[in-house]
């Protein structure tokens, strides 16, 4: 098996906390379209496949584009006070990037929400690469995203492996032959992910550092 030289991450329920501003966000737009405010438990199992398809899911298709436009503002311009790091997330970014492995963050958020969130958390600077589903034809679980990352930085499927939190992210793995290593922190339960078939399933991500060290 070819060495591991790229760590390949999720952003929301993988390393950080970003369902608070989702939440806000969200019920912003319902209110201005005076429709009735969505749960948090709804929001965290509707997130994951950009936002585009999250308001669709409660706006529909006649108001998606003004609704996104809504969105979009007033999620950037809050984020600063919505989100944070998963426990041990920081540690690992930090640690994975002392010991010389190259990072990067895969996403179905918009690129500049991303941008946001690591500007915020000051960890930017860990990231070779930050690509994003607004940027590309497809959204995950189709492979274009980690294919575009691995390509861009000139490594192979066997050369990273992929961090995320939901069944979308395994079968994203899977289809571009990048192992992925679940994480329980985010919005698809356990069983789902466990159907998926992940190379490996952690509770958090702290143990990530150990788990890419033995291979």
């Known amino acids: 098996m070819a060495q591991i030289k790229l760590v ?10 970003a369902y608070a501003a989702v939440y806000r966000s969200l019920n912003y737009v319902m209110q201005k379209f005076k429709l009735p ?7 965290k199992r509707s997130v ?3 936002d585009r398809n999250l308001l669709g899911r ?9 609704a ?6 007033h999620h950037n311009a809050t984020l600063g006070n919505g989100v944070h790091f998963l426990p041990g997330a920081r540690k690992v970014v930090r640690q994975l990037k ?24 000051k960890v930017r600077d860990c990231f070779d690469c930050v690509v994003c589903g607004d940027r590309l034809k497809n959204f995950k679980p189709h492979p274009e995203i980690l294919k575009h990352i691995l390509q861009k930085l000139s490594l192979t499927s066997g050369q990273a492996v992929y961090v995320g939190d939901m069944a979308i992210d395994v079968e994203t793995g899977r289809r571009a032959r990048v192992k992925t290593i679940a994480v329980l922190t985010g919005s698809s339960p356990r069983a789902e992910i466990i159907k998926a078939r992940p190379f490996k399933v952690i509770r958090d991500i702290r143990p990530v550092v150990s788990v890419i060290a033995r291979l």
């Open 58 to 66: 409660f706006v529909g298709p006649q108001r998606l584009e003004q």
């Open 98 to 121: 002392q010991q010389g492995y190259r990072l990067a963050v895969a996403s179905n958020r918009t690129t500049s929400s991303s941008e946001v969130i690591l500007r915020h958390l």
């Open 37 to 43: 405010a969505v749960g948090h438990a709804v929001i």
């Open 68 to 73: 996104l436009s809504l969105y979009r503002r």
């Open 48 to 50: 994951g496949w950009g």
């Open 8 to 17: 390949i991450f999720d952003l929301d329920g993988t390393l950080v906390n």
